[in-house]
């Protein structure tokens, strides 16, 4: 049975979506910063830097599934997620600060990089997957999930565009600045202090509903058959496509960010004011999406509103990349160019997180149908597969900026006006190209969704029609029954 039956409670929502915050500080840091920073500044190879991102994804891939395993099969009274969301968060925000302020001799190496980047995405898995897994146990509404997703959504970007506001007025506030280390050591102090804020008291704010003692005691554990379970659940044929369409949109995502910095600078030839504003731009953007991505799942259904968006997202994206290469766009820096480009942004930006978070949403409705094969729910462990695709978007979206940034052969620290035309021009088609690819893939997956809403109800009806009392010893029953259960005394 879900947590809550019946309409979810306003506070409900806003303190479960605030977990995500933590989410947002690390996407932005990796998806507009860490680039730049490890390459223009720090003097790393972009290369090197993305080898190392594809290198930790390796170790990701190996490590991600089993924290969903042993997210689901934590057995406390404090019930499977809460005990991960209150420790988790302290070891991260040490790595955290670390990434921003490497603690290596001279300029970083491939395995330095390795190493900061895998503590960092484990230890925000161990926060972020516990917490996303209880979506489905605290809703089966098909509508109210969307709504928890929402809220999360909306959150973990106020986090993100939160850390790029302070980065363009405090931190890094003039494009000399963000060719300087010093700036990036107090952006990652805060960022830290920001996740364990946001983590730790998300938890707290929900435990007096999600600290219930899980109703089945999970079995002995052992390496084989938690790899067992892991394949099984992954081999879950509406996961496959998922995962096949949320994958590139992920990583056009994951690109489309980790390119900005270059872009802004060096094609639209952004003033300190236009940096500065960038972020308002994005979180207009973000409050169209919460506005409409309702509507959209109501009258169309998620997978044909995750299609829609990535196409739409990808028109509106590329228009004034290729009215700049036509001659036809106001001259860079201008404030012309600057306002034309950032009403494209808002509603490109808009329909890409549509599409995203339609896509994120639809693993919530795969527990059931895995549930339906196989008589185990297993929730975080497909959220950990999603967070998975997630940071192999990241991952693959920085990669795909550095091959871009290699190719285009732009050193580490050029000045705005240094760039040649030329090399401008190739970094114009190349993005173009290449996100053009990634929309369409993501659509044509995405679109092919195979469970719809009429499915869903269909299995929880049926679900709750056949529900057995759960099987539990006279101590469980004790516990249970126990009033300090349900406090955060342990």
Known sequence: MPFVTGPLPQRLKLVHGFGAVAFGVKDSGFSFFLLPFYNLVLGVD?????????TA????????????????????RWGRRLPWLYLAPWPLALLWTMLWSPPFTGTPGFWDIVALAVGVRLLLSACEVPSVSLVPEITDDYDDRTTLFRY??????????????????????????????????????FGAALMVLAVVGSAAAQHRIVAQLPERKPGRFSLTSAFA????????KAFVIFALGGLAAYVLQGMTFSITQYVNLYVWQFSELAFQLYPA??????????????????????????????????????????????????DPGS?????????????????????????????????????????????????AGNWLVQKCATGGGILLTSLIVQSIDLAPGTPQADVAPETVTQLVWLFMLTAAALALIAAYWLARFPISRE????????????????????????????????????
């Open 57 to 76: 994804l390796v170790i990701d891939a190996i490590v991600d599934p089993l924290i969903g395993h042993f997210s689901d099969r934590t057995y406390t």
């Open 335 to 383: 404030t012309a160019s600057t306002g034309l480009l950032y009403a494209f942004l808002i509603c490109a930006n808009t329909a890409s997180v549509v599409s995203i978070i339609s896509a994120t949403s639809m693993v919530a409705e795969i527990v059931e149908a895995y549930e339906e094969r196989t008589g185990q729910r297993a929730e975080g462990t497909f959220y």
């Open 455 to 490: 499915q869903h109800e269909a299995r929880v009806a049926a679900r709750g029609a056949r529900a057995p009392l759960p099987q539990s010893d006279p101590l469980d029953e004790a516990v249970r029954a126990d009033p300090d259960a349900h406090t955060i005394t342990p």
């Open 152 to 189: 999360r959504f909306l959150s973990g970007w106020l986090g993100g565009l939160l850390m790029m506001v302070l980065s363009f007025t405090v931190f890094l506030p003039t494009p000399e600045s963000q060719l300087q280390p010093e700036g990036y050591a107090s952006y990652g102090l």
């Open 281 to 330: 731009v994005l979180f207009l953007s973000v409050l169209l999406m919460f506005v409409i991505v309702g509507p959209l799942h109501r009258k169309w259904g998620k997978p044909r509103s995750a299609a829609g968006g990535a196409i739409v997202g990808m028109a509106f994206y590329c228009t004034p990349y290729a009215l700049y290469q036509a001659g036809a766009w106001p």
């Open 229 to 236: 379970e892991i394949f099984d659940a992954f081999r879950e």
């Open 46 to 54: 972009a290369g090197t830097v993305g080898a190392a991102l594809a």
